[in-house]
């Protein structure tokens, strides 16, 4: 489970952050993830919130924002969602020479004191 990891991760970061720039709290943070990163929000949501305490995290609001997969054929040029990598061109059948959107993992945003 990769998700323990990734949640790890984002709270050291945010700690750091926070002890760099001398935040007492943090309210609320925003993660974007995207459908097709390969990270399970549901996942990764219960695991934050099962690790959190103690943290800098403890007492924040956590918003999980989905981005939906988005590509591009390589043959069409038709941009189209995606369900997971391996989605073809709805119009052609063919790869997408791009993906678009979908495979993020991010804070976005934090609110703190």
């Known amino acids: 489970m ?3 990891s990734l949640a ?3 709270i050291e970061m945010i700690s750091h952050e926070a002890e ?6 943090i309210y609320e943070i925003r993660i974007e993830i995207g459908l ?6 549901d996942t990764f949501s ?9 943290t800098i995290l403890e007492q924040a609001r956590i918003d999980i924002i989905r981005t939906p997969g988005k590509g591009r054929c390589s043959t069409c040029n038709l941009e189209f969602l995606m ?3 391996f989605t073809l061109c709805p119009r052609c059948g063919s790869i997408p020479s791009s993906i678009l959107s ?3 993992f991010r ?6 004191d």
């Open 46 to 54: 219960s695991v934050l919130d099962m690790i959190r305490g103690k």
């Open 102 to 104: 979908g495979k993020e």
């Open 36 to 41: 097709i990163s390969g990270v399970e929000a």
């Open 83 to 85: 369900q997971d990598l």
């Open 2 to 4: 990769h998700e323990l």
């Open 20 to 25: 760099e720039r001398r935040l007492k709290a």
């Open 8 to 10: 790890w991760d984002v």
């Open 107 to 112: 804070v976005l945003s934090l609110q703190a």
